[in-house]
């Protein structure tokens, strides 16, 4: 087998799992995180699980897990998309900055972290907020071809196919099953902005002192919620499955920002994965 790459597309997958998962390294691609995409993400979960050996009773938090990084990852970039647009259409419209200037002025905006950050508050996050589900949602409808979309809704979601297509930011997985550990990792083109990822790193503290103590599941009550900056939760809940595994996410699972990528490592050790008692 050596180095040799092949690639396989959607159901491609699905019909060469025995094959593919005979390797111990895997890497995917994904355009988003459709019902189609999950299911195929959960049967190379479900069949990377049982050639290590490992507990079936794993898989419900290292496929939830995984899921709610690679949703962090679909709509961080789409939250970027839409983030990007704005603020380019503000910069054309505040004076008669031609589209040439105004797509400068935006990359120096984007690669200056002060900058950038001040312009998040011009961009209203719950506007943002709001699209990036619609979109989700739509994309999901359209696959599925559950419900017909209205042509108002076709219309919007193939400008924001052609604004993500300009922008081109991607979503990648790496699998590797290694001596001692599954590694993972997701990585998407687009940063954890502003003060989200000192947030996410506190209250990822306060729940591990929460768990310290046998009690990491009150991390959930409303009390420890902040709902208006929606910082943690998610990720919480990763968290979340790795103590129910007896494992401390703080270890095995860390967010690595930049200016253009955002970078996920889980690693889930085999042995740990392959204990009876939970
Ligand atoms: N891969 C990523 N790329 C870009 N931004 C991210 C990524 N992962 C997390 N973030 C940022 O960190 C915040 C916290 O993520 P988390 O999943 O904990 O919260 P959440 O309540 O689920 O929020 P969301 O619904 O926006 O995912 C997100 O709102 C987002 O702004
Ligand atoms: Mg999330």
Do not use: W
């Amino acid at each position: 087998m050596g180095n040799e790459k092949i690639k396989y597309k959607g159901q491609e997958i699905l019909e060469n799992l025995d094959s593919i998962i005979a390797r111990d390294h895997f890497h995917f691609e994904l355009k988003g995180l459709t019902k189609s995409t999950r299911d195929v993400v959960n049967e190379i979960v479900q069949r990377i699980l049982d050639k290590i050996g490992a507990n079936p009773l794993t898989s419900f938090h290292l496929f939830s897990g995984l899921m709610e990084v690679l949703l962090n990852a679909v709509k961080g970039n789409t939250r970027f998309v839409i983030f990007k647009d704005e603020l380019l259409s503000k910069l054309q419209s505040s004076g008669q900055t031609p589209e040439q200037e105004a797509e400068e002025l935006l990359d120096t905006i984007l690669e200056t972290e002060p900058l950038r950050d001040a312009m998040q508050r011009y961009i209203v996050p719950d506007k943002i907020k709001k699209n990036v589900q619609k979109i989700l949602t739509l994309q999901d409808k359209k696959r599925t071809r559950k419900i017909n979309l209205s042509p108002q809704d076709q219309e919007f979601l193939e400008l924001v196919r052609e604004k993500s297509k300009k922008y081109n930011l991607k979503i990648s997985m790496k699998i590797e099953i290694r001596e001692t550990e599954l590694y993972i990792r997701i990585r998407n083109d687009s940063p954890i902005m502003g003060m989200d990822l000192s947030r996410i790193q506190k209250s990822r503290q306060l729940h591990a002192e929460l768990a310290k103590e046998g009690k990491s599941a009150e991390f959930f009550r409303p009390d420890f919620l902040d709902e208006k900056e929606s910082a943690g939760f998610g990720i919480a809940m990763v968290d979340e499955g790795f103590y129910n595994l007896g494992l401390d996410p703080l270890e095995c699972f860390s967010i690595q920002t930049s200016k253009h990528t955002t970078s996920v490592y889980l690693s889930y050790p085999i042995e740990a994965l392959q204990k009876m008692e939970f």
